[in-house]
């Protein structure tokens, strides 16, 4: 079982749509969690941070959910601009130095 | 504008050749990283400076040498290079070597004929 898991998509969305994302992981002591956004041939961007009591910043939500390991984020009313690869970050237990970071997520919003 | 720069944004080395790849950072902070993003794989963690200090080596082949004079600048040294070594590499830095945010530069983009 990979460490960082994500279903690599492509999700197609016409603009305006409301998308979601999971994003499973293996260890279970793993303390800290991210979301990255990496639009096509950039470099990674933090989108937002995942705390266990889940937060939200404008259009998105991001959630995490320790007994079944995952984290979610969730887009409402999708924006051309959303279109992006969407990346999973999870660090380790004890070691906020180290990230193990998933394939990543393709998003496509179309009009 | 990047508070993370990099340079070359591309290059085409052959397998016996010499290269550098330079990285400069504007943002005061104290870690640097070199990654390695492949097609179809995970971005993979390739060296760690904290403080101009080497703190993490991930099993890198020593055909890659990396170099941190001070905490701004990062290098990466590329010597006789294999094709499977064609990938972008992502420099980036944070504050204190803490992992909560990372801030990338745009890359660049390495083929080894």
């Known amino acids: 079982r990979k460490e960082v898991e994500q279903d690599p998509g492509p999700f197609n969305v016409p603009e305006g749509a409301t998308v979601a994302f999971n994003c499973t992981y293996s260890n279970s002591a793993s303390q800290s969690f991210f979301w990255y956004r990496q639009d096509c041939r950039k470099e990674p961007k933090l989108l937002m941070s995942v705390y266990s009591s889940g937060n939200e910043d404008g259009r998105f939500t991001a959630q995490l959910n320790r007994a079944s390991q995952y984290i979610s984020l969730l887009i409402r009313d999708s924006k051309l601009s959303d279109s992006a690869t969407y990346l999973c970050v999870v660090s380790p237990s004890g070691n906020n130095r180290k990230l193990i970071w998933g394939l990543g997520t393709s998003l496509a919003v179309n009009p | 504008e990047t508070g993370v720069t990099q340079t070359p944004r591309h290059l085409v080395m052959g397998m016996t050749n010499k290269k550098s790849l330079k990285c400069e950072q504007h943002?005061?902070?104290?870690?640097m990283y070199w990654y390695k993003q492949s097609a179809k794989k995970p971005l993979e963690l390739m060296f760690v400076?904290?403080?101009?200090?080497?703190?993490e080596n991930n099993s890198v082949p020593s055909r890659f040498s990396p170099e941190c004079p001070n905490s701004s600048h990062l290098f990466l040294h590329l010597h006789t290079l294999q094709p499977e070594d064609s990938a972008l590499y992502l420099c980036a830095s944070s504050q204190d070597g803490s992992v909560s945010e990372l801030f990338f530069g745009e890359g660049s983009r390495l083929t080894v004929l």
């Open positions: 400076y904290n403080f101009k200090e080497q703190t």
């Open positions: 943002l005061g902070h104290n870690a």
